[in-house]
């Protein structure tokens, strides 16, 4: 700095240098430009949009990439102007809450929104300063279309999964617990989701080979393909299955898609017509053989009846009455025997299976008197059927017979079943074993003494050739056969609505 000194004439008379060192302040202000271009280079080098807002909401700064968001086209045309007014999307109340709240508050916030001016989704992060507000906008399309395929890939396995028809369940493999089962799982085995979803797999075995196999499966989970196993429903049955398994990825966890086949109905139709060409092998050579032997035998009653009334043979009567006895025994079995030969039924006529069983009743109580034993009868009545009374009686007859003998009170009872008459015949007794229930109907097959074999398959058969069918229902509390007959679709008015009354 130079100052001239003066005299008392006001003339020069000496000059004073003052020198002051600036240098740092220069070397500031160059350093502070510097700084202010490299951070605009930086934020102008930004791939995301951004902006700022002072806290009069006035635009102070916006690059290059944050003019995609507004209505402009210059950013020179958008500093100065109102935030409000230049960012189209801040119209929406949810979005404005953000905006407001960080400015308020001084906080912090995220959000993402989609821009109908843009056609993209943006995330929005929001940074308050002293000066007002950072904004920074980045663009996440691609990652919320890869979200939203997966989420509609997610929502098909769901719907498929679910609709499938046939039993599905998913097992997690870290965790050894079902983590999903749909509808057909549910339906078929009788439990409520919140029962089977967290539950092991193990825990619905139906036997001790399944519950091996499964265990093994769940600690070395693999591929299986088409795997015998035995399921438990809730009500205790056993469903034989097929078990198909998939080794699958969900939601970044292994876990096994087990695709379940109830094969049960096909199993039971098999051992069914199995039952069946065994029967009719049987009917063939009862058939045959039944005719050869009766004949003989005739021959050789007739013979024992001559001798036995001769005066030498007197002495052996007793034996005579021995054999004899044994051959009527014998041509009574040949008879039964017969009938399982027989495919055509009797000449049938209109009937009330009340009334047969009410004929039948003196017949029944005097049995079970002679045995000590009690026999209730609990009928309905009912519409007419299409039946042979003498084969229907017969199966009466055999039915409550094997009830008397394994128990001490039979109760018979009639009543009404949509388009069927029914007639269940329960007893008391200890009911009957697996083994032996899933070969009832063979014949021959007796757990009696004195018991041929035949009255159950003989009452199985004049049934089916009615048209209708016998099942059977066995515990610890005793055992009920029910026979169901079709109604004859002939009835007249006044049957017809006793059936529609009975059916309710």
Request: with cysteine.
């Amino acid at each position: 700095m130079l100052i001239p000194l003066l005299n008392e004439k006001q003339e020069v008379i000496a000059l004073f240098f003052a020198l002051y060192e600036v240098t740092e302040h220069v070397l500031a202000k160059r350093q502070a430009v510097m700084t202010e271009t490299y951070l605009r280079h930086i934020i102008e080098s930004f791939t995301d949009p951004f902006l700022t807002v002072d806290r009069k909401w006035i635009c102070a700064y916006i690059n290059q990439q944050a003019m995609r968001l507004t209505h402009f086209s210059n950013p020179e045309t958008v500093v100065g102007k109102s935030f409000w007014t230049v960012m189209p999307h801040v119209e929406e109340k949810r979005l404005a809450r953000y905006y407001t709240l960080a400015m308020e508050k001084k906080k912090a916030m995220n959000f993402s929104f989609y821009s109908q001016f843009c056609r993209k989704w943006f995330s929005v992060s929001i940074y308050p300063f002293t000066e007002g507000l950072m904004i920074f906008y980045r663009d996440i399309t691609d990652k919320k279309t890869a979200e939203l395929k997966l989420r509609e890939s997610q929502d098909r396995f769901r719907k498929i999964f679910e609709a499938d028809p046939v039993m599905k369940i998913i097992i997690s493999i870290d965790k050894n617990k079902i983590i999903a089962a749909n509808g057909a799982w549910l339906k078929t085995l009788g439990y409520e989701r919140a029962e089977v979803v967290g539950k092991q797999f193990v825990a619905f075995a139906g036997g001790e080979k399944t519950e091996k196999f499964l265990r093994k499966l769940c600690q070395n989970p693999q591929h299986v393909t088409g795997r015998k196993l035995k399921l438990l429903t809730k009500t205790g049955e056993h469903r034989y299955c097929l078990l198909y398994a998939e080794l699958i990825k969900l939601n970044q966890e292994n876990c096994l898609l087990c695709t379940i086949v109830d094969r049960t109905e096909q199993y039971r139709m098999e051992a069914e017509i199995a039952w069946l060409e065994r029967l009719n092998l049987v009917g063939q050579m009862a058939g045959g053989l039944g005719h050869e032997i009766r004949n003989p035998m005739t021959t050789v009653h007739g013979f024992l009846q001559l001798l036995s009334k001769k005066p030498e043979y007197q002495q052996d009567k007793e034996y005579f009455e021995i054999m004899l006895s044994e051959l009527e025994r014998a041509n009574t079995i040949i008879s039964e025997f017969l009938v399982l030969s027989k495919k055509e039924v009797k000449p049938r006529v209109k009937s009330n299976l009340t009334s047969v069983v009410r004929k039948l009743a003196p017949l029944i109580e005097a049995t079970a008197l002679r045995q000590n034993k009690n026999v209730i009868f609990q009928l309905s009545d009912l519409p007419e059927v299409f039946i042979n009374e003498k084969e229907i009686k017969q199966v009466i007859l055999n039915l409550v017979q094997n009830g008397l003998d394994v128990a001490n009170q039979v109760i018979l009872k009639t009543y009404c079943e949509h388009d069927q008459v029914v007639m269940d015949i329960t007893d008391n007794g200890p009911g009957i074993d697996k083994h032996v229930l899933d070969h009832l109907g063979t014949p021959f097959l007796t757990t009696k003494e004195n018991g041929t074999g035949l009255g159950i398959p003989i009452s199985f058969s004049i049934v089916r050739r009615h048209g209708g069918q016998i099942s059977i229902n066995t515990g610890s509390w005793g055992t009920t056969f029910s026979v169901k007959l079709p109604v004859c679709h002939c009835c007249n008015p006044a049957q017809a609505e006793l059936l529609e009354h009975a059916n309710g």
